[in-house]
């Protein structure tokens, strides 16, 4: 697939763009400064030589133009972000893994956006594109470390057909990842929110747990 992650030179969007590269995708790296998205993306491919990642740098402009696009920025910056790529973006299929969660103390604690969700707020921010939330529980280092595999379901929501089925088949691009059409946008709060409480988790266990639904049955879809 062809893929840009807008905010890719963060621990989420090297770690996505490395797997999904290991997996057949070309995969354009963005960044505010296209220096330092090429810089990162030549770390990676020097980071795993014999892989032959299909994997370049640039602007977030340039990720934005490609075929699917993939917003990876703080949740801070996301809105305000997307509005000033939203000509590049329009037309186009964007999946948001942007977490709203906020440290108190110790504890991770879900931060809840205007519109109930972040993607919720993008879509309303990009009317021209067709949002879905995707990626929100994968944590980073396990994702970017290619050599371990993973088994782990991706909850999609997508308000369209055309954004949760490309959204589906981007996450299904990767081995042992499985993509689960979890509802419109209005379901994207409460899985952004899950993220908070998977953190606490692997923080008191010293785990890095990662989501599997059981008894799904998807041919009855
Ligand atoms: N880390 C994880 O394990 C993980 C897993 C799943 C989802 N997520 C979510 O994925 C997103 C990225 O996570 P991350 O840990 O990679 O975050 P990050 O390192 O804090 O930020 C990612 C990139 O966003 C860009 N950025 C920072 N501030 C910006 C601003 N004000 N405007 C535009 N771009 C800005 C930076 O790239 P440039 O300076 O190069 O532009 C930065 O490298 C977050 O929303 C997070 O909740 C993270």
């Not at 905010?7 to 090297?14: S, V």
């Not at 948001?96 to 879509?123: D, F």
């Not at 594109?129 to 997508?158: I, K, M, Y």
């Amino acid at each position: 697939m062809d893929v840009g992650i807008i905010g890719g030179t963060g621990p989420a969007g090297r770690a996505l763009a490395a797997r999904l590269a290991a997996s057949g995708s070309s995969v354009v790296l963005g960044s505010r400064d296209a220096a330092r998205g090429q810089q990162a993306a030549a770390d990676l491919v020097a980071a795993w030589p014999g892989r032959e990642l299909d994997l370049t740098g640039g602007s977030n402009e340039d990720a934005a133009r490609r075929e699917l696009v993939v917003l990876a920025t703080p949740y801070e910056a996301a809105a305000e972000a997307a509005i000033s790529l939203s000509d590049a973006l329009a037309g186009r299929v964007v999946v948001s893994m942007v977490n709203a969660i906020a440290r108190v103390g110790r504890e991770l604690q879900a931060v809840l956006p205007a519109r109930g969700s972040v993607a919720a707020t993008l879509q309303s921010a990009l009317p021209r594109s067709e949002l879905s939330a995707a990626f929100h529980h994968l944590p980073a280092r396990e994702l970017g470390l290619l050599d371990g595999e993973l088994d782990s379901d991706v909850l999609v929501c997508a308000d369209t057909e055309r954004a949760g089925e490309a959204t589906v088949a981007l996450v299904e691009s990767v081995p042992g990842l499985r993509g689960v059409l979890a509802g419109s946008l209005a379901a994207a709060g409460p899985v952004e929110a899950l993220t908070a409480v998977l953190v606490n988790v692997n923080v008191r266990y010293r785990s890095h747990v990662a989501l599997k639904l059981s008894g799904l049955r998807r041919d009855r879809a």
